[in-house]
């Protein structure tokens, strides 16, 4: 079994993550590339104690193009995977030390 923090790897903070959080309860984080959601799930049901997870939704982004304009390269940004989690139970505190 993974460990569940190699699966969620941050939260997405941003405006429209925190609007998500008030409005329905859900969580966004980016996590490994090759998590399934009924990891996802076990991970995040695992990292944050007292805390049940009705939805788990994916989305894979891929990484923009970024160009240098004094060494006339092109480079790729890295695709990366992010999960959208819906509670049932229970509340995430993003910012706990």
Request: no cysteine.
């Amino acid at each position: 079994m993974k460990d569940p923090h190699d699966i969620i790897i941050r939260p997405v903070v941003s405006e429209k993550s925190y609007k998500t959080i008030e409005t329905s309860q859900a969580y966004t984080f980016v996590v490994a590339t090759s998590a399934s959601k009924p990891e996802i799930k076990d991970a995040v049901e695992q990292i944050f104690a007292g805390v049940k997870v009705a939805n788990v939704n994916t989305l894979n982004r891929k990484g923009k193009k970024a160009r240098n304009r004094r060494k006339n390269t092109v480079t790729t940004r890295p695709t990366t995977k992010r999960a959208i989690i819906t509670l049932s139970e229970g509340e995430i505190d993003l910012f706990e030390s």
